[in-house]
């Protein structure tokens, strides 16, 4: 070995040391050398939720089987039951504010290509996408004005020590104004509308946090987020009894008056848990505070996976409660009231986080196909009870449910991004919805058949698409479904007026299983196996061509499966000048050179995607899984760098 190369080695050494509590990961490049799992001692990437293998098995199909021939005639004009009219990005993604770094990108010239590619599929379907940062994270954030020069950083995480026990485990968070203009530049490349949450219990650090990502992201910035979850402020200590639903209201009022008196984008309750979005509505939250409000939010999932209220059931019924048409029913039922008085009152109601479970979902089920299909029966649901956008949550190594994740730290220079089933189902409704001013209406399809949900999509009075659902596993084709739909004829008393022929595009599992995890295909199309993403779609588009006889068009749907029927020409072929616009993937991740260390050691030090990651691996919720402490790695960076020294002393006293 060279002088240099021993000095190289030492100098980056000392970087190690000195970035401890700055995310600098160094990657081992052995060239011809088989790469290797390692994470931290005997810990291999399967082992972080957002990787577990499991996979559970699909529900016994239905003896006898299900009624698989359905007509539906489709009426034209005023169609009762309909929506309002629907933004075209009507579901958006919600990323957890403490992994902004790892999703968007290391700083605002350091881009990551893989997340503007899962944006770019949206944006060529939709012409936009809304995009959220924040969740439990946001709470107690601190914008400045840069981080550490050595760190190349926008984010920077350390343990909230004042977290009592039973609190939330969020870290606290300090970003720089190099995220905010990360942000601007991803909305130049990809047309993001942002959402950001404000640091509602730092509240010296409201204003600047408002004005700065008012000032950077400009008409980009769709609004600002006051207050995240409040009705759990009390069981998480992070307010003092009395605290209900009078106190939240007069708490809001406060803050708003003292650090946000003159806006008039902010979005609250977002209330998730204990109260109901009717009772604080009928409290007077939006008569005493609609004029500064953009959007009324609220926050759920339809179960849980928290340790304070760890499931009953077991993780295979678990799995089977969200393959029925009834559970995105339900769920949207709590919100019917609340949608047509916020919309009474000239406002819009969005559910502005969900996913399957909350605290990361569940092992084998909230990455599943039939977690696919649950996710866009709940956003066409909540767009028939008229709730105005849907947000799906994406955390980090320590969630189940997550739309897309990037490899563990140490293993970005040879592996690539997981995608998983909640993004196909946010592609499939940027298709369903691409057109501005959609209406949808659900249609009771099959006598009201749980496993056998369709909606009607609507524009300008006229039914556009068809949105045809099959819960079901059966690889006999014994409850293959056929609809038989007609535009006008049946029971509409209209002449009948369809098309000559029509257009299918279908979402499928790999093997014809609900509980199917990966290379799950929409249109013909896949974003691959586990750590095979790049965020670009692979293959060929397949969309299939139906001949329609005597106004009558055949549509069939396989066990498993979805479809989305195109009624007309308009809106089947994606955007060309937008699906043909894709980033390159190919930059090297090793950042500082080829430096051997030992990945044991590199592994413990910061191998869950940086230091930062020591706190919490992306998981903002009490006892979720964590790394390697701080002290650790701050050890084995002093015990490299000796170790280099040491090194150079001998050779140069040679």
């Known amino acids: 070995m060279t002088y240099w190369s021993v000095l190289q080695s030492a100098v980056c050494a000392l970087g190690l040391l000195a970035g401890a509590s700055n995310a600098l990961t160094l990657y081992q490049q052995i060239p011809g050398a088989a790469p290797t799992d390692y994470i931290g001692p005997g810990l291999q990437a399967t082992a972080f939720p957002a990787f577990d293998p499991i996979q559970h098995t699909a529900p016994a199909a239905p003896v006898p089987p299900m009624p698989t021939g359905v007509t539906l005639a489709l009426a034209t004009g005023e169609v009762p039951g309909l929506s309002k009219k629907m933004r075209s990005d009507y579901v958006g993604i919600s990323i957890e504010l403490s992994i902004a770094n790892r999703i968007l990108g290391r700083n605002a010239t350091w881009l990551n290509p893989e997340f503007l590619n899962h944006l770019q599929n949206l944006r060529a379907r939709s012409g936009s996408v809304s995009v959220r940062l924040g969740g439990n994270s946001q709470e107690k954030g601190t914008l ?78 769709q609004g600002l987020q006051s207050g995240n979850e409040p009705d759990l402020y009390l069981s998480h200590l992070r307010r003092k009894a009395p605290y209900g639903i009078p106190e939240f209201i007069a708490d809001w009022g406060r803050v708003k008056d ?55 059931e077991t993780p295979q019924q678990l799995f089977e409660g969200f393959l029925t048409h009834q559970a995105a029913v339900d769920f949207m039922l709590a919100y019917r ?74 293993q970005t220079a040879f592996r690539k991004w997981t995608t998983s089933s909640p993004y196909y189902s946010t592609l ?8 501005p001013g959609s209406q949808v209406v659900d249609l009771g399809l099959n006598n009201n058949n749980p496993w056998t949900p369709g909606y009607a999509i609507y524009h300008e009075g006229q039914p556009n698409k068809v949105a045809l659902f099959n819960f079901v596993s059966d690889a006999s084709g014994a409850n293959d479904l056929n609809v038989a739909i007609s535009v006008g004829g049946g029971s509409t008393g209209q002449n009948v007026v369809t098309a000559s022929q029509i257009s299918v595009k279908y979402f499928y599992p790999s093997a014809g299983s609900t509980a199917d995890k990966f290379n799950l295909t929409w ?76 990945p044991q050691a590199l592994a413990t030090s910061n191998g869950r995607g940086g230091a930062q990651e020591a706190f919490n691996i992306g998981g903002t919720s009490f006892n979720k899984h964590s790394s390697a402490s701080t002290q650790t790695q701050i050890g084995v960076a002093i015990s490299l760098s000796l170790g280099m020294l040491a090194g150079l002393m001998l050779l140069f006293s040679r």
């Open 428 to 435: 499939i409704m940027a298709e369903v919805m691409s057109k």
């Open 337 to 410: 009231n609340a949608s047509n008085f916020v919309n009474a009152a000239g406002k819009e109601l969005v559910l502005f986080e969900t996913n399957t479970a909350s605290c990361g979902g569940f092992a084998g089920t909230s990455d599943s196909f039939g977690a696919g299909l649950y996710l866009i029966d709940l956003a066409l649901q909540g767009a028939s009870i008229g709730i105005s956008q849907v947000l799906f949550h994406n955390g980090g190594l320590g969630q189940y449910y997550n739309l897309f994740t990037p490899p563990p730290g140490n």
């Open 523 to 598: 249109a013909g199309q896949t974003m691959g196996d586990q750590f095979e993403s790049d965020g670009r779609l692979k293959g060929t588009p397949v969309t299939e061509t139906i001949q329609c006889v005597s106004g009558v068009c055949n549509v069939p749907v396989k066990a498993p499966g979805f479809a989305l029927v195109f009624l007309t020409s308009d809106g089947v072929q994606v955007d060309p000048a937008q699906a043909t616009v894709t980033f390159a993937a190919t930059v090297a991740t090793d950042r500082i050179g080829s430096i051997l260390i030992d």
């Open 144 to 221: 400045v004005p840069s981080l550490a020069p050595w760190a190349h950083d926008i984010i920077n995480k350390t343990e909230d020590l004042t977290k009592p026990p039973g609190g939330t485990a969020a870290p606290i968070v300090t970003y720089s104004e190099d995220l905010l203009y990360a942000m601007s530049n991803i909305s130049s490349l990809v047309n993001v509308g942002w959402y950001f949450g404000l640091p509602f219990l730092n509240e010296a650090q409201i204003t600047p946090v408002a004005n700065s990502v008012s000032s950077i992201l400009g008409p980009t910035l």
């Open 258 to 312: 003292a650090y946000l008196p003159n806006r008039n984008d902010l979005i609250a309750p977002s209330v998730c848990c204990s109260w109901s979005i009717d009772d604080v509505l009928a409290q007077g939250f939006l008569t005493q505070y609609g004029s500064f409000l953009k959007f009324v939010s609220v926050q759920h999932y339809r179960d849980n996976n928290c340790p304070a209220t760890p499931p009953v």
